[in-house]
């Protein structure tokens, strides 16, 4: 069973920083490429960073590029994502999802390619 806690958020001044982290409980963590999706209330959830399972790839939405970093640890099963310059727009529950079964290369910017998921923890964003 694969399990994703995610950590790292609360609230913050815009223009702030935080650093969300996603720990995996899996066996081979490079076997995952990983994402995080974020949802306002009223909102659907949306897309805001992906990473392939080597590393070697990143994907932003165009919403949070040159803002947020994707990243991983793959000796310690968690993915992060560094959130600077942040704003009021990016309160949400941020969510880390995990895709098994890519190659080292690909990345996944659609929830449906995602089969688990964290908890969520929240972001909220004050000015």
């Known amino acids: 069973q694969v399990q994703l806690v995610e950590s790292g958020g609360g609230l913050v001044q815009a223009g702030g920083s935080l650093r969300l982290s996603c720990a995996a409980s899996?066996?081979?963590?490079?076997?995952?490429?990983m994402g995080w999706f974020r949802q306002a209330p009223g909102k659907e959830r949306e897309f805001v960073a992906a990473?392939?399972?080597?590393?070697?790839?990143?994907y932003y939405a165009d919403s949070v590029k040159g803002r947020f970093t994707i990243s991983r640890d793959n000796a310690k099963n968690t993915v992060y994502l560094q959130m600077n310059s942040l704003e009021r727009e990016d309160t949400a529950v941020y969510y880390c999802?995990?895709?098994?079964?890519?190659?080292?290369?690909?990345?996944?910017?659609?929830?449906?390619?995602?089969?688990?998921w964290g908890q969520g923890t929240q972001v909220t964003v004050s000015s």
């Open positions: 899996v066996r081979t963590f490079t076997n995952y490429a």
């Open positions: 999802g995990a895709h098994l079964g890519s190659s080292g290369s690909y990345y996944y910017t659609e929830s449906r390619f995602y089969g688990f």
């Open positions: 990473i392939s399972s080597s590393g070697s790839n990143t």
